[in-house]
């Protein structure tokens, strides 16, 4: 039975799409929700549509675009489960296209403006943009501008952003018989059991997080960032710390604005906890190589230093000095939705002894309304958590996708 496969969104989403013509399917909300399950398929659906048409039309080799923010998300959230799920392993072109169903699948990448060369002048009968609000509006523009084969269509899935962002109001906001959007909650997805759900919910941060990943809403944020942040679960004493059995430090630069070090050490079990804040103003870089050298002589020669990049000239000193020093991940939203995420689940803690700055700034870093992002105001002490924490997930995430890819044969 189709119920078995999908759930009763999906088989909504597939009797509103199937059956039916439209020019764009956006399917937008929660995250883990069955989006990019449905336009996987759906995806398939289209080639083999779109193969037929050019049969009828006596075209040899009918062209569609594969869009997603860079090669590394379109592997990760759409090969790499045709793989899964299929077996579908495309052979690419030198180009990084590939053939499937007789259908030539060119790559395109909405990052940035010049991600969409490859598409420049081509006649698509569809595309399929993933992660659509992470696109930027002129090449989303070029992408829909480029279907114009006989019956082209476009599928797009996204997660929640900003109220004011302009996929919602341009799309979502104004659906008609050509664009068709289906918005979906964690709770749609019912192949996911209910205690991994509420395991979900209850991991989730307080908040626009909370609206954005299990209910699907596009909202504004408000109030402070990290309204998950308990003083009286999340201090403790370094006297009463556990054993820990790595570290890893975050680096903010600074002069006339404060500069910080922090140093985060971890248990067997990944909870982390913040045991050393070094924070100053108006200090040159030698004052922080001296004090990267102490936690060095404390921690180890090898513990990693994760940097602000925007001074690359210190990052530079820090490794001629022998300092472990890389830059850290900048994504703000999504690294202050991992900080954000540790307070919830009590997996981040801070030794109240060894900190300063912290106190004065977790409960004055608060939301602007209008970007949706923290306000750059008291976040120096944050910021190096920020980058500390986010890039030590991503670098181990990193580290699981190479050995999985190594045992799926493709490296």
């Known amino acids: ?3 078995d496969i999908y759930s009763k969104k999906q088989i909504d989403v597939l009797k509103q799409t199937v059956n039916k013509d439209w020019f764009i399917a956006l399917l937008h909300g929660a995250k883990r929700s069955g989006k990019t399950k449905m336009n996987n398929d759906l995806f398939l659906f289209e080639l083999r549509r779109v193969r037929k048409i050019a049969n009828d039309e006596g075209v040899k080799e009918p062209m569609y675009i594969l869009a997603g923010v860079s090669s590394a998300t379109i592997q990760k959230n759409i090969l790499q489960e045709l793989y899964n799920m299929y077996n579908i392993s495309p052979k690419f072109d030198k180009h990084n296209n590939f053939k499937l ?62 109220p004011e962002h302009w996929l919602k109001k341009e799309y979502i906001d104004k659906p008609n018989k050509n664009v068709k959007a289906f918005h979906f909650e964690l709770d749609d997805n019912t192949f996911l059991s209910k205690r991994y759900r509420d395991n979900i919910k209850a991991a989730t941060p307080s908040g626009m997080f909370y609206d954005r990943d ?5 909202v504004s944020a408000d109030g402070v ?15 009463a710390l556990p ?30 906890y913040l045991v050393e804040e070094h924070a100053k103003q108006y200090e040159e870089i030698d004052y922080w190589v001296d004090v990267a050298k102490g936690i060095q002589e404390r ?24 300092i472990q020093a890389f830059n850290g991940d900048k994504a703000r939203l999504s690294g202050v939705e991992s900080v954000a995420r540790r ?11 060894r900190v300063e700055k912290f106190p004065n700034e977790i409960y004055q870093y608060v939301w602007d309304e209008k970007s949706g992002e923290p306000i750059k ?7 190096s958590v920020r980058y500390a924490i986010y890039t030590n997930e991503v670098m181990n995430s990193k580290k699981a996708n190479i050995v999985n890819k190594a045992s799926l044969g493709f490296l």
């Not at 299990?214 to 596009?218: A, P």
């Not at 307070?343 to 002894?353: E, N, P, T, W």
């Open 101 to 162: 169903f007789g259908v030539k699948v060119v790559q395109a990448y909405t990052g940035n403006i010049g991600g969409v060369g490859a598409i420049r002048g081509m006649t698509a009968y569809g595309a399929y943009i993933n992660e659509a609000s992470l696109a930027r509006q002129e090449v989303f523009g070029e992408i829909v501008s480029r279907c114009s084969g006989s019956g082209a269509r476009i599928l797009a899935d996204t997660n929640p952003d900003n």
């Open 377 to 383: 105001q008291f976040d120096d002490v944050l910021d």
């Open 214 to 218: 299990i209910k699907g809403l596009w």
């Open 1 to 3: 039975m189709i119920s």
């Open 343 to 353: 307070f919830k689940r009590d997996k981040l803690y801070i030794c109240r002894d």
């Open 299 to 322: 921690y180890g020669s090898r513990v990693p230093f994760y940097c602000d990049s925007a001074r690359s000239e210190h990052v530079a000193r820090f490794k001629r000095d022998r």
């Open 243 to 272: 054993s820990l059995s790595k570290f890893y430090c975050g680096v903010d630069w600074g002069y006339s604005h404060w500069g910080s070090i922090i140093v985060i050490g971890e248990t067997d079990d990944g909870t982390a």
């Open 225 to 239: 960032v990290y309204k998950d942040f308990d003083a009286s679960k999340h201090y403790i004493n370094s006297s």
